[in-house]
């Protein structure tokens, strides 16, 4: 009895899905690799930059003007986050069910809790908060959220890479806002970023996972 060519191999077919599986999640893995070393040397370079700025800074080497420090600052954190948009739009390209519509809605909650928060940090400046108390608030706040979505992403995905990082950042904000203007800044520009780039080796050497592999 000959085998229909149309007839399909169970075995077969689950090894290709599996395959494809793993393709996509090393694809990830890449992109979340990249998304951390950028998001390093974005935060290094402008919690720096704001470390050495003529007023508020703490550096005691020569300082940078006040207006320098900030724009250099929201240049390489708004550029950190445009590519990180960019490149979540290529990771989920190719993902369908579930596990896209988890990665859409967990995406949309970054955008979603940073939004508030500036609308938050806005309305006190507004009530009067002192600058001094803004300085170690408007950083800390950001930060923590940051440890907050990695702690979700970590338990969505159930990657301990993702969880233990979350935890790194709620220590760096609640460390650096009892260290006091202007160590924070510093604090943020050295702990943050030796994290994420202590776990993107990790991540790129194999030795951890950014999520649930596929055995």
């Known amino acids: 009895m000959h085998r229909n060519e149309d007839d399909v191999d169970p075995a077969a077919m689950l090894e290709l899905m599996r395959e494809q599986r793993r393709r996509t999640q090393r694809w990830t893995m890449r992109n979340y690799v990249l998304m951390l070393v950028i998001w390093a040397v974005a935060w290094a370079v402008g919690f720096l930059a704001v470390w050495s700025a003529e007023t508020t800074g703490g550096s005691p080497w020569p300082r940078i003007p006040q207006p320098v420090a900030w724009t250099v600052f929201g240049v390489v954190i708004l550029g950190a986050i445009v590519f990180s948009i960019v490149a979540g739009i290529r990771s989920g390209a190719g993902v369908r069910g579930p596990s896209r519509l988890s990665g859409m809605l967990y995406g949309w909650s970054w955008s979603v809790s940073m939004l ?100």
């Open 116 to 215: 508030g928060a500036w609308l938050l940090l806005t309305a006190l400046q507004r009530a009067g908060l002192p600058p001094e108390a803004m300085s170690l608030l408007s950083p800390a706040v950001f930060v923590l959220l940051v440890g907050v979505l990695y702690l979700a992403g970590g338990a969505l995905w159930r990657s301990p890479a993702q969880f233990a990082l979350g935890i790194v950042m709620i220590a760096t904000a609640v460390g650096a806002t009892f260290a006091g203007a202007p160590t924070h800044y510093l604090i943020y520009a050295t702990v943050g970023p030796i994290a994420m780039l202590v776990v993107a080796v990790l991540l790129a050497r194999g030795v951890i996972s950014a999520e649930e592999t596929e055995r």
